[in-house]
């Protein structure tokens, strides 16, 4: 008779098929009925007990906690923490931090070695025949339209000279005559 509560049959759950609990308590004895009834009081029973026993816990927790000066919004903070601790705790974290730590150099490096070229390539630019001719071109004008300085000085002064010097002049006649 032990045999029988050894089975393998699926006991019902609540809300299963009427017709398939009918059919799996025609099979049991009286007596192994009975004693799943029993022992299917004493688990409800037990279950009972620990959720009394588990709200008991939670509201002797809590009061720690608030004897602490323990909220929520701390709590909070310290899981994040925790958190964070653990994640950066792990190797994929470490590896990718390293991983990144030397993309970032590399990147730092590449963006130096690309400045460096553009300024290099600027002052080849600069000291080229043709920006010199353009140069002394820009310096003649300005002394022409009546710049006060000498010839000379760096290119930026030059330019604003120049375009201080003409926005200051008197139209030219075919300036005026276009806007008859």
Do not use: M
Request: net charge negative; aromatic share 4%.
């Amino acid at each position: 008779e032990q045999a029988g509560l050894l089975r393998t049959d699926p006991v019902p759950e609540e809300g299963e098929d009427v017709a398939a609990t009918i059919s799996a308590t025609e099979t049991l004895s009286e007596e192994e009925q009975q004693e799943l009834r029993r022992e299917l009081a004493k688990v409800e029973e037990e279950i009972q007990t620990l959720s009394q026993v588990l709200a008991a816990k939670e509201k002797h927790l809590a009061e720690i906690k608030r004897k602490l000066g323990i909220n929520s919004l701390q709590e909070l903070k310290q899981n994040i923490a925790k958190g964070w601790q653990d994640v950066t705790a792990t190797s994929a974290y470490k590896k990718t931090s390293e991983t990144l730590s030397q993309a970032g150099q590399k990147a730092s490096a590449a963006f130096s070695s690309v400045g460096s070229v553009i300024t290099k390539k600027l002052e080849d630019v600069k000291n080229s025949p043709t920006f010199k001719s353009f140069e002394e071109k820009v310096e003649n004008l300005k002394s022409k339209v009546g710049g006060t300085k000498p010839a000379g000085g760096d290119f930026g002064e030059v330019l604003n000279s120049t375009a201080n010097a003409s926005a200051t002049s008197e139209p030219l006649p075919e300036q005026t005559q276009g806007g008859l």
